[in-house]
């Protein structure tokens, strides 16, 4: 069995597993029954990410989203003490580098799990961001998150690097 169609076989079980909240026999017997019979009747083509993954750059993103989550939330606590109702907010327009799916996703995922940044909508087109902040007082605070978000997608692009794409298997150079 190819290694492909294992883990999909193992995540097929183990969403299975998960759905039921249970671990009796039926339900892990009758889970790996669902998920062989499901990869038998469909035939899933293996999954490309066009990313690979850097361990210690990913370690590095984490502790930075965990030195962000406790930085920003007594940012945003001291701001509804001291503001009370009336905290500055902003919606600002951040620019993206990067042109990838995934990345953009993770970034905009990173930008929202940080208390005070909400991320509004994807233009995907332009590649932009539209990143509810608060407390963002003025143009440095708007210049502050445009910052925090480009970080974040340096962090990401850093811990998942975007692989080239492979030339076609039919593909061979021809000499005249």
Known sequence: MPRHRLA????????????WGSLSLLVLTGGLLVAAGTLLAFRMPPIHPGVTVRPLRLLAL?????????GSAVDVAWAAVR???RVPAAVVEVRLAEDSDLLIAATAYLTTMSPGSLVLEIDRDRRL???HGIPVA???GAENLRRAVRVAERG??????????APPASAKETTT
């Open 62 to 70: 984490a502790a930075h989203l965990l030195a962000d989550l406790a």
């Open 8 to 19: 999909m076989l193992l995540w097929l079980w183990l969403l299975w597993i998960l759905l």
């Open 83 to 85: 503001h009370g109702r």
């Open 138 to 140: 003025g143009p440095g």
């Open 129 to 131: 961001l539209y990143v």
């Open 156 to 165: 990401t692009l850093a811990a998942f690097p975007p692989v080239p794409p």
